[in-house]
C-alpha cells in the first residue's frame, strides 16, 4: 500500500502521529533508532518526493501513487487493440461539454480542474485524413473557454475566439495532417487555461492504414497543485503513477505503437525514454515512415511523436522522463511483455 502524504519528522518507529504515514514503518534496532533519518539507496521506503512529502514504498517506481479508486478499467480509454479499425463515416460529429471539476491527480490530491467532459485530458477525437468533423462545444462554465485544434484547418475555425459561459459553437475542421494532434483551449492566459485540464489528443490515421499495432496514446502533463509557478506533480493521462500501478501489457514479439504528446505549462521540455529496448521515431507530420531511432525523444510544448516498437523478451521495461525530478513525482511506468 502506498504512503499518505504526510512528512517525515526523524521519529523513532510507532510513534507517528496522524497524518505521517500510513504504512508500518522499517524494523530498527535501538542504535538505529537513535540516530536521524538519512536516506539511502537501501531504504526507499524512505524515499522523499517532492516538498519533502513521504511518497514511495515500492522498491522502484513512481514517488506519487494513483488515487486508490482509480481502477486498470480506466486506462482502457487509451489504448486500441490491433484489430481496431475506424468507422468509415465520411463526416464525424463530437460533442464535447466544457465544466470545472475537481480531479483526483494522485492519491490524497484533488485538484481544481477545467475538463473537456470532465476528464483530463479530454476524450480522444479520431478521424481518417480527409473527413470532414464537426466539433460541437458546450461551454458550461462561469469562464470563457475555446476550443483549438494543432494541424490544418480553415483559419475561422481557429478556436481563438472565446465561447462565452454557458454559450455554445460548432467548429468545422477537415482532418489533417496524418499524425496526432493536440487541442486545448485557446483563452488567455493560455498557460492557466492549459494547465488546469483543457486538452485532449486528436489522431488523423492515413487513408492506407498503418500495420496493426497494440496502440497508446500518451499525454503528459505537469500540476501545480500550490498555486506557486511551479509543478509538482506529474501525470501520464491525468494520473501520477498510473502505469507503475497498472503496466500496459503486451505480447512478446508484437508491434507497439505510442502516440506520445506534450501538455506540460510551465517547464520547456521533457524528454520519454523507454529502457532495454529502442523504438522507431515519426515526427514529421503527414508521414508514417520513421525519421529516427533511438532509446529517447526530446519533446518541448505541445510537441508529439509516434514512436513504434517490439519486446523481443518477457519482463518489465521500464519508461520515463528522464528529468529525474518528474519521473519520481508521477512519470514513471512500466510495460510488462507477456
Known sequence: MGAIFGSYSNKAPNQYSSGDICSSPPSATSDEIKQPFRFTADSYVNSIGANGSLRATNNYGSMAHPP???????????????????????????????FPLNVDIAHGVSYSAWTFDGTVPGPILRARLGDDLLIHVKNS?????????????????????????????TYKIQAGPVGIH???????????????????????????????????????????????????????????GLYDRYPMKVPVGEKVRFYV??????????????????????????STKPDGHSDV??????????????LP???????????????????MGWIVAI
Open 261 to 286: 504528446q506534450n501538455l506540460l505549462e510551465l517547464e520547456p521540455v521533457f524528454t520519454f525514454h523507454l529502457h532495454a529496448q529502442t523504438f522507431d521515431i515519426i515526427r514529421n507530420l503527414g
Open 68 to 98: 486508490f479508486h482509480i481502477k486498470e478499467e480506466y486506462t482502457s480509454r487509451f489504448y486500441f487493440p490491433p484489430n481496431y479499425r475506424l468507422d468509415s463515416a465520411k463526416t464525424k460529429e463530437f460533442n464535447l461539454n466544457v
Open 141 to 169: 462554465s462561469p469562464d470563457p473557454h475555446s476550443l483549438h485544434f494543432h494541424g490544418t484547418h480553415d483559419p475561422g475555425e481557429d478556436g481563438w475566439e472565446p465561447i462565452p459561459s454557458f454559450g455554445e459553437k
Open 182 to 240: 493536440p487541442y486545448h483551449c485557446h483563452v488567455p492566459p493560455l498557460t492557466l487555461h492549459t494547465a488546469k485540464g483543457l486538452f485532449g489528443a486528436f489522431i488523423v490515421d492515413p487513408l492506407t492504414p498503418r500495420p496493426p499495432a497494440h496502440e497508446f496514446v500518451l499525454t503528459f502533463s505537469g500540476w501545480d497543485t500550490k498555486n506557486k509557478g511551479k509543478n509538482d506533480f506529474y501525470t501520464w493521462n491525468g494520473v501520477s
Open 313 to 331: 523478451k518477457k519482463g518489465r521495461y521500464m519508461f520515463h522522463p528522464h528529468q529525474t525530478h518528474m519521473a519520481e513525482n508521477g512519470g
Open 297 to 310: 525523444v526530446t519533446l518541448g510544448p505541445t510537441e508529439r511523436a509516434v514512436i513504434e516498437f517490439t
